[in-house]
């Protein structure tokens, strides 16, 4: 009787203790430190051979979704590495593929039938597609704009995938890391001068969450070595869609 008496107290305080530690997305940081370089493109070809591991991580946040105890970083970690980590596992669910957008029905319907919107994910009782990821809780639950350097969609023009996990700990530093990592790539974002510049669609495509405390461009200048002036010439580059794969 006492021993069953332990073994329920021990199993208590593990349960609690991990509830508050949240989980570890050490394999994870392993599989993107392994298979993505420092431009953030994807050696798809090796981690599909090390698929398992993947799986095995994805299985860890689908078995323990964030609880209430955990912390706000613990939470947009989670959900950050989910995103990327997903959309890994689409690609290679699919893989050889061109571009993530040949995902999902061959008759594109917008929110119905692109490759953002396949049900794959299930987390705790609840399935979800990765629009449900991005929308429903990481923009919905936090008013964080960095996320958007740090959502990668598979996509050249995407921000690059980081090639370690994000961690609570260092959560707002690696955020940073992203956004002026993204505004210094002139692939992704031209400052001809102080007056000029052609940004990344996503500035455009989600001006409302840079614009909540300012202007865009004075979000912008807070990461950009180069600050444009108030009233700058702003354009759009074209968006290339290509899958980030290693060449």
Same mark, same amino acid.
């Given at each position: ?78 959900? #950050? =590495? ?9 690609? $290679? +669910? %699919? ?6 957008? &040949? ?17 794959? #994910? =299930? ?9 449900? $990821? +991005? %929308? ?6 936090? &008013? ?18 980081? =090639? ?39 500035? =455009? ?43």
């Amino acid at each position: 009787m006492m021993n069953l008496a332990v073994f329920i107290v021990t199993t208590f305080l593990t349960i609690s203790l991990f509830a508050q530690r949240g989980v570890s997305h050490k394999s994870y940081d392993e599989l993107l430190q392994k298979y993505v370089d420092e431009e953030g493109m994807v050696d798809y070809k090796g981690l599909k051979a090390d698929r398992s591991k993947l799986k095995s991580y994805l299985s860890i946040l689908e078995n323990n979704p964030p609880q209430k105890s955990w912390t706000r970083d613990q939470k947009l970690a989670y959900w #950050i =590495n989910a995103y990327n980590a997903f959309t890994l596992e689409l690609i $290679l +669910e %699919h893989y050889p593929v061109a571009s993530i957008k &040949d995902i999902g029905s061959t008759i594109k319907i917008p929110f119905v039938s692109t490759a953002w919107d396949i049900k794959f #994910i =299930n987390i705790g009782d609840e399935e979800y597609d990765l629009n449900n $990821l +991005e %929308h429903g809780i990481i923009r919905k639950e936090f &008013d964080e704009p960095r996320i958007h350097f740090a959502l990668v969609c598979a996509a050249v023009s995407c921000p690059k995938l980081q =090639n370690r996990a994000y961690t609570p700990e260092q959560l707002d530093s690696q955020l940073t890391k992203a956004a002026k990592e993204f505004l210094a790539n002139p692939a992704k974002n031209e400052f001809k001068n102080s007056n000029q510049a052609t940004l990344s669609k996503l500035f =455009n495509w989600y001006g409302g969450d840079f614009n909540n405390n300012g202007t865009l461009i004075e979000y912008i200048n807070q990461y950009s070595s180069t600050k444009l002036s108030k009233d700058a010439d702003i354009e759009w580059k074209d968006y290339d869609w290509a899958l980030n794969e290693q060449k």
